[in-house]
T-cell receptor, first 116, second 119 residues
Framework: AQKITQTQPGMFVQEKEAVTLDCTYD???????LFWYKQPSSGEMIFLIY??????QNATEGRYSLNFQKARKSANLVISASQLGDSAMYFC?????????????FGSGTRLSIRP | NAGVMQNPRHLVRRRGQEARLRCSPM?????VYWYRQLPEEGLKFMVY????????ESGMPKERFSAEFPKEGPSILRIQQVVRGDSAAYFC?????????????????FGAGSRLTVL
């Protein structure tokens, strides 16, 4: 069975500091994809970054990077130089399988608050 | 390039009434997903559909809930005889199907959500 775990319900970080949001997953399928989404207070879900299980390098997208440790089954999101606009809920998600016929499941989220 | 369109954005129903939530996927996307989010919680998978087919409905309650994605028109999530516990935000997402690529690369694009309040 799939499982995504985010153990940090909330975090406070000073503006301009880097922050790491934790995510661990559990799957027996060798082929899977990992995603991070941001949900600001306005409610929409914004895609941030994707990592495939066979990708050799950690994914990066601007200030976002994914610290993918396959043996530990962790996919932590790193935000460098945090900004006030980064305050939001952050969700880790996973899709199993090598076909498109599989669902994506989400973790419970981490609420990130950036202090000025 | 319109994104994923959901309507209504807000819906108020009394207990026992029916709620219908609509979702039009992004142009070119053939896969639709429905998720439910309770306040201060994560997104719970409900159902995954392709045109005229339900692929995975493992997250759907056994009673009162149904979903469809017809050949023409939007996907519909239908909740019959609503109860207060159905009050939540319902998100629709769509993705393309890219043959030959790992499925995880098919990123979900979300709609703005439909917020159902049951009085």
């Amino acid at each position: 069975a799939q499982k995504i775990t985010q153990t940090q319900p909330g975090m406070f970080v000073q503006e301009k500091e880097a922050v790491t949001l934790d995510c661990t997953y559990d799957t027996s399928d060798p082929s899977y994809g990992l995603f991070w989404y941001k949900q600001p207070s306005s409610g929409e879900m914004i895609f941030l970054i994707y990592q495939g299980s066979y990708d050799q390098q950690n994914a990066t997208e601007g200030r976002y990077s994914l610290n993918f440790q396959k043996a530990r089954k962790s996919a932590n999101l790193v935000i460098s130089a945090s900004q006030l606009g980064d305050s939001a809920m952050y969700f880790c998600a996973m899709r199993e399988g090598g076909s498109s016929a599989s669902k994506i499941i989400f973790g419970s989220g981490t609420r990130l608050s950036i202090r000025p | 390039n319109a994104g994923v369109m959901q309507n209504p954005r807000h819906l108020v129903r009394r207990r026992g009434q029916e709620a219908r939530l609509r979702c039009s996927p992004m142009k070119g996307h053939s896969h639709v997903y429905w998720y439910r989010q309770l306040p201060e919680e994560g997104l719970k998978f409900m159902v995954y559909l392709q045109k005229e087919n339900i692929i995975d409905e493992s997250g759907m309650p056994k009673e009162r809930f149904s979903a469809e994605f017809p050949k023409e028109g939007p996907s519909i999530l239908r909740i019959q005889q609503v109860v207060r516990g159905d009050s939540a935000a319902y998100f629709c997402a769509s993705s393309p199907s890219v043959p030959g690529r790992p499925s995880g690369a098919n990123v979900l694009t979300f709609g703005a959500g439909s917020r159902l309040t049951v009085l």
